[in-house]
Structure formats: C-alpha cells, structure tokens
C-alpha cells in the first residue's frame, strides 16, 4: 500500500515526456498525465500527496512544494511542472520528517490522517517563510487551501506553535492504560501519508473502472449503447445491468438499491450506477465512461417531499408508495397537558441537507484468487455488510468473498452503504483481474446517503415555574429514493425529540419520505441533530415566557436517575451525566453574562449503539507469540476516531503489556461483528470485547499461539413496536452541554466551551480531538453547510468549497471540559463521543444570536442579524 521512493525513475526518450525533479531525483514522466499529481501517484508511485478533489485544488490533501513553494498539485499542469523541482514529505530530510511527525502526533493533531500530509507540507513552507514570527492568526489564514474534516484544527495549531516554537520534540509515546494521554496508534505513519489508504493500494495486472451516472433523476431507460466505450483505446470491458449475475439490489436494511439500472428499468436519483468501465488506466476508464450512451424518457422528479406523500404515483422505480417508515409514540395526555400549561409555545422548524464531505474520496479494490474467490479491500464502515452484499450481486456463497477493511480517510455515517465495491468486484469476479474503482469527488457527491432535511412541527408547555408538561412533535423526513438507514434515522430523531429532559406528557410523529433528491442516511448524529436543535429552540422561548435565564429553564427540566424519558425509557444513574455538564457551564456562563457577552446554551443526549431491540455482538482475539508480542484482533472500522488505540489501551491495561508490544488489525477472516461501525459504539463495545478476551487469556496462563475470543453482548432493549411500558431503548447515553459566547455587537463567537460526558475517558488527547471535530461540525452545521437540490433533484453544490464546510480562520477558541459519570452494564462505565459533541451546537449558537439581535432561529443554516426568512 505505501507508495515506493520518489527515486523511481520513468522510461525515459520521448517527446511526449515531461522532465522534473522529484525529491532531488531528476525523472521523466509522461506528458500526457492531467496533472502533477496523477503523475506522481500514478507513474512514479509517490502517494503521501493525497486525491480528495483532483483537479480542483479545494482540499489542500496534495499539497507539494513546486521549487520551494507550496501548492496543491493537482492543480500544476504537466506543462507548469516540467523543469520544476518537486518536493512531497517522501524528500523531507529523515530528521524533518520525524520532528513535523512527533509534534502532530503528541498534540493529537491528527484523526484520520488524510488530509495531514498535505498540512505538514503547508506547515514546513510557512515555519521557513515566517519563523517564530508566525502567528496562529496568520497560520490559520494560510491553511485556507487546506480542509480538515475530523480536528476542528486546534490541536493542529497546537502542533504547528510546538514547531514554530522549536522546542525539543520526543518521540510521544504510546498510553500504558486506561486514562492516560498518548499518542494515536500508527500516528506517525499516518502524519507522513505511510499508512496508505484503498487508493494507494498498487497491484501488479491491476486494472481501473470508471462509473457511468445516470442523467436524469427520474426516468426510463429505454437502451444503453456501449460502442464508442468500448471502442477507446486501453478500455477493456463495460457492464451494464445485464452482466450482474446475482441479485440486482442491495442495502443495509432494505435490499431496494439498485447496483445499476439498465433498459426497460427506470431512475431514481442522479447517483444511479448506469455502466463500469474497465481500463488500462484510470483517466481512459473515466473518459471512456461518458460515451457510454443512454436513451431517456424524462419522468416527473419528487423533490418535495409533501408533493411525495400525497401522490399515488410511486417516486421510487419498483418500490410500493412514498412512504419509507414512520416511527409514532406517546405517553400521557398531551392535548390536556397543552391546554392546561403556564406558557405554551409552538413553532415549525426546517434543518438542511448535508454534505459529510470526508476527504478521501470512496475506494475500492477487488482482486480474484484462486478457485473462484475474492479478496476485496475496501474502506467501508460494514465489511461484513459488504461481503454479504458483495457475495449476493456476484451469486456466490459468502466463503467466497474476503473483504479486508483498510482504514479510511473519514466517514462519519458516510461509508455505511456500499458505493462502489459492488461495481469494482462485479468487474474484477467477471475479468479474473484486480480491478479498482475510485470514486471522483462530484460521483461522490452524488452517490453516498447525506444528513436528513427534517421539518419539525412543535408544540411545547410549561407549568409558571417553567417545568415542562407536554410536547408534541411532528416530524418529516426528506431520505431520498433508497432506504440506507432512513427509517432508523427517523426513529432516532423520534426517539430523542425531547432531548436530555424530563416530560410527562408527549407525543412524537416522525414520517421518512422517499423522494428522487440524494439518498438520505447516516450521519454523526443520527437524526438528534435535527431533533435537539428543535428542542433547544422551544425550551429558550419557554425560558422568556417564564421569564428565567436559559440556564435556570434548563437546570428545572433535565433527566434525573428514576425519570421517565422520551418514549418511557427509566433513566438510570447514567444519566447523572447530564447534571455534571450543566453544573460545568455555570461558572463559564456567569462569567459570559458578566462580561456583557452574548450567550447561547445548548444541552443534549445522544445514544451509546444501536439499541430499539437489535442484539449487538462484538468479539475481539488477543493472541500471544513466542516472545510476548500480542496481537489484538477486533471488529470496527478505524476512520480516525481511534477504535485502533482504544483497543490497545485496554490491551496494555489488562495485560500489564508494554503497548509497543501490541498490534492491532481488524480482522475480517472470521465473524467477529454485528452490523455497522455507527451509533457512536466502537469504544463502548470495542472495550468491552478486548477486555473480556484479555482476561480469558489472563485465566489460562496466556499460552502462545492461541486465539483467545472475548464477547460483548448488549441483548437488553426494546423496540417501540414492543409495546413494553417502560422499553430500555438504549443501552447507553453520551451527555453534552455546550456554550456558545458572541461578541454582543457583531455577533462573532468568541468561543465555545463544550462539556462532555463521556462516562470514562479512555485517552483524553483524542476524547479532546473528538468533541473539537464535532464542534467544528456543529458550527458549519448552524452556520454555513447546506446540500441543497434544484426541481430536478440536482444538487447545487457540488464542490467541497461550496458546501460552506468552515476552514481553519473561521474557527472560535473551543474549550473541552469532560466529566466522567459511569455508564452501568458498561465496561469501565465508558460511554461514546463521537457524536454527541455536536448535538446541542446548532441550539447554542442560535440562543446566542438571539441574544445580539433579538431574531428567534427556525431554520438551518443562519446567521447573525439575518432577517426572518431569509
């Protein structure tokens, strides 16, 4: 996977090369390379410059220097190249190399790692220009160029003052237990683009596949012509429909998405597979991809999803009515309680498409073996998911398909569904040759599931003392034609409609539609985002009615031990949590509120798994060699969120075990897992199978060479359909708080202070990393981030500058304060966080902005002194 030396040299001798220098190493490349970047990946196997968004420069992940000079190579044409000199951190000196790596890794500065080789590149090119008088100011206006999905960059300034500062750097070390700060595992290789990803991969033979999208959003097909593809030179094959020897759809929970479309079927959305283009050479496979020519017959397109619902036309080809799912709950007698209450409030509520916009781009590659079976590598978030489905479109048994998970490049609910491995393996399994399958960023754009559009319909009372007594919630959910996870994330949204608050009478509605708009699906935070951010709303417009701080509403009506919450669940001490959060942001509250400031506040829970019923299994295999060495094997997708050091950390507590000893993989050989790494349980489940798996090899006297499963079992929920008095819906709640503070003139956020509960902080170094990332998340997601469609379902945005996600000067100072209040039936009380950090955001922010305007927020995104309806 890791690419070469730069000294790799091209054949040299014809006109139609380009002549460079590479890492001190003259070379000549073909000429023909769109850009520099192709050239240095694809010919010369240079890989830590990264392709996020080739050719648009918007990303910053491939970052060179061009005779000293920093700048994103996929923007450098060949012609701009030649006699230049090119320097990527593969040419750094070994000393450089090794210092710019500790201070990113011993400030946490890194999650996934996609995007940080390009930003030590940037980070060398302005130590050199400015020295110590670089300023964090300056340093964050120059990593404009440069977008960071996961960090939220603040620990990244940390490691740039580090290096700017020049103090003596050590090589950070490893945590020995639970508890204690360290540095992320495989942090170094990650920093300096070794640790490579799908894209990196190089196989000998290997061939690249090329996607054909559909034109329309809506129509039938009514031929497909393949001629002129396949008349391109170096293109060795294209499938269509026809070829798919196994079953035609697939998906996570509902098998109703399409692997493509073909004649006589119909479209349903602009990320619809039409043809794979199999070449020599990935630009002919794209190339090639667009002659494949496709008769249409327009159809209307369901972009509304009331115009949906009320139609008995069926938005989607093949599936019966417009109606994904619909989650309904209640407790009490809400219609009394409202026409009973002190102060009642009711408001409608509009939240946005969004875009995840991770930065690697989805990769996939198939390689055949012999006997007819196949080895997929793939950077999904299911790769037992994958393999079934996988195994299912090919028509073979699942003994058959091996898919090995290679961490990914960020994901955050976004690589849940297959994209593009069914297509790669479905090529490869018919050639007998390695096929990859890449995805530009524009397919990219348009294929994978985003962040639901729901319009919340609220109403909600309170007694004169501002005790809540009633809400009533109607929710509809825009999820695009397929069913990704479009029902579970509803359910979620239902599930939390009254956020971290005790409410004796309520009564939720959450109706998921299908349209012909993007598919709708996973995404960090699961449908709490859409929810909370309504809630939020309401209890602020109580608090002025009762005429009491925001803080004090908030202090009346939060969850306590023994309450009854949401859909009847009886809270346990868990959620002792959310009193440690609110209680945390007092004295930063006061003291915002002294200082004349304008304050937003934001509370919010956010599950721990899956939960409503479904029985979650995880199995983990520690392994001892000859010498001590141990191998931990375990079952969740590492996408920068640290389930790799996690896994570790309980290792080296167990064990007593050096954590140089240890190695993680995740191992995908043998059922290991149960469903999706999602729901904000890889820590929670991930330690609790280490552990038990630890502690079996501890009672059998740590043979070696023995494979010691441990299990983690959560078999303890309900769903609603039960019809349970008081179901357990979760096993599980992360609790967080968060202030938001602007400047009361201008509306600047000055700060935010988040307070996370996390139930035991496994590392508090990448526990930190992961509630800053959220925040930055939960600001863009208020702010800035919108994925909005035209009438024919065409998203028009479809470049990651234009999905408005926030760079490095737009982000506040962000404070993280964690408090522990252990989770029971969880091992060491742990509790997740990837997700929960930002939930209350959204609310927050818009609390604060009422403060300077006077304007209440209904809808997402917004902004400061910005008119009502605007």
């Not at 939220?152 to 204690?180: N, W």
């Not at 600047?748 to 035991?760: C, F, L, P, Q, S």
């Amino acid at each position: 996977m890791q690419g070469m030396d730069a000294t790799t040299t091209a054949a040299p001798g014809t006109s139609d090369m380009t002549s460079l220098v590479v890492n001190g190493t003259p070379v000549e490349v073909s000429a023909s390379h769109p850009h520099l970047l192709r050239a240095l990946r694809e010919e010369l196997d240079v890989t830590s410059p990264k392709d996020g968004c080739a050719p648009s420069g918007q990303c910053g992940a491939c970052t060179v220097l061009l005779d000293g000079k920093p700048i994103q190579s996929c923007l450098v044409s060949m012609e701009k190249a030649a006699g230049k000199e090119v320097t990527t951190l593969e040419g750094f000196d070994p000393a450089e190399r090794d210092r710019y790596a500790d201070a990113f890794a011993a400030t946490g500065a890194l999650q996934c790692g996609f995007c940080t080789p390009g930003i030590l590149v940037r980070t060398k090119a302005l130590i050199d220009q400015k020295g110590k008088d670089l300023t964090r100011e300056t340093a964050a206006g120059r990593l404009g160029a440069h977008l960071c999905r996961c960090t939220g960059y603040t620990k990244i300034f940390d490691a740039i003052d580090m290096l700017r500062d020049e103090v003596e750097i050590t090589a950070p070390s490893l945590p020995t237990k639970i508890g204690e700060r360290g540095k992320k595992y495989e942090a170094q290789e990650l920093a300096l683009g070794d640790r490579g990803y799908v894209d990196d991969i190089r196989i000998p033979g290997m061939l690249h596949a090329g996607l054909r999208l559909a034109d329309f959003a809506r129509a039938d097909v009514l031929s497909i012509d393949t001629s002129r593809a396949l008349d391109v030179d170096g293109v060795v094959a294209v499938y269509t429909q026809q070829d798919i020897p196994g079953d035609q759809r697939v998906g996570i929970i509902h098998k109703d998405w399409p692997v493509m479309i073909g004649p006589g079927q119909r479209t349903s959305y602009l990320g619809d597979v039409m043809a794979v283009v199999v070449a020599d050479d990935v630009e002919v496979a794209r190339m090639a991809a667009g002659l494949v020519d496709i008769e249409y017959q327009e159809l209307k397109v369901y972009t509304d999803p009331d115009v949906a619902l009320a139609s008995d036309e069926d938005a989607v080809w093949g599936l019966d009515g417009n109606v994904l799912s619909k989650s309904v709950y209640s407790r009490g007698d809400v219609d009394f309680a409202l026409a009973d209450a002190a102060h009642t409030v009711t408001e409608t509520f509009h939240t946005q498409r969004v875009e995840h916009a991770f930065l690697e781009p989805e990769s996939t590659l198939a390689v055949p073996l012999e006997g007819g079976a196949l080895h997929v590598y793939s950077g999904g978030q299911g790769v037992w998911d994958d393999r079934d489905q996988i195994a299912a479109v090919l028509g073979v048994d699942t003994d058959k398909v091996t898919v090995e998970l290679v961490s990914n490049g960020g994901a955050f609910g976004g690589k849940e569904d297959m994209s593009n491995q069914a297509h790669a393996a479905l090529a490869a399994h018919l050639l007998n040759r390695p096929v990859k399958c890449t995805l530009t960023r524009e397919q990219s754009l348009l294929m994978h599931a985003k962040r639901h559009p729901i319009r919340i319909e609220a109403t909600a009372g309170c007694d004169e003392n501002g005790k809540l007594v009633a809400y009533k919630a109607r929710m509809i959910g825009d999820s695009g034609p397929y069913a990704s996870v479009g029902m579970k994330v509803l359910e979620r949204a239902a599930g939390h409609a009254s956020g971290p608050y005790t409410v004796p009478n309520i009564d939720v509605s959450a109706v998921a539609v299908r349209t012909n708009n993007p598919v709708c699906g996973a995404f960090r935070g699961f449908g709490a985002n859409q929810a909370q951010f309504a809630t939020e709303g309401m209890l602020d417009r109580l608090a002025d009615k009762v005429g009491i701080s925001t803080w004090e509403m908030r202090n009346r009506n939060i969850v306590k031990p023994g309450d009854t919450w949401g859909p009847g669940q009886v809270m346990d001490d868990g959620c002792l949590g959310i009193r440690q959060c609110l209680d945390a942001i007092k004295p930063y509250y006061d003291d915002a509120k002294a200082a004349g400031k304008a304050v937003g506040l934001g509370l919010a829970l956010k599950n721990s798994g899956l939960g409503n019923g479904f029985v979650e299994i995880a199995k983990a295999v520690v392994r001892f060699d000859d010498d001590g060495n141990v191998e931990v094997r375990h079952c969740w997708t590492e996408m920068g969120q640290g389930v790799h050091t996690v896994a570790m950390q309980v290792a080296a507590e167990e064990l007593d075990v050096a954590p140089e000893k240890i190695t993680v993989k995740v191992d995908t050989s043998r059922e290991l897992g149960a469903g999706q790494t999602t729901g904000s349980r890889g820590t929670l489940m991930g330690a609790g199978s280490v552990q038990d798996a630890c502690r079996i090899a501890i009672e059998d006297g740590r043979k070696p060479n023995v494979d010691y499963v441990g299990e983690y079992v959560v078999d303890w929920t309900n769903s609603l359909e039960e019809g349970v008095e008081n179901p357990i819906i979760h096993s599980a709640f992360g609790y967080g708080g968060q202030l938001v503070i602007a400047d009361r003139e201008t509306g600047t956020i000055e700060k935010v202070v988040a307070v996370n509960d996390v139930g035991r902080v496994i590392n508090p170094t990448l526990c930190e990393g992961q509630v800053e990332g959220a925040v930055h998340m939960g600001l863009g997601y208020a702010l800035t981030e919108e994925f909005p469609t035209d009438e024919q379902a065409m998203p028009t945005n479809m470049t990651l500058r234009s999905l408005g996600v926030l760079r490095p000067k737009d982000i506040p100072e962000i404070e993280v304060v964690l408090v522990e209040a252990p989770q029971p039936r969880s091992p060491y009380g742990v509790k997740g966080v990837g997700e929960i950090g930002l939930v209350p955001t959204a609310g927050a922010v818009a609390g604060a902005f009422y403060e300077v305007d006077g304007i209440r927020r209904n809808q997402l995104p917004f902004s400061v002194h910005q008119p009502v309806g605007a």
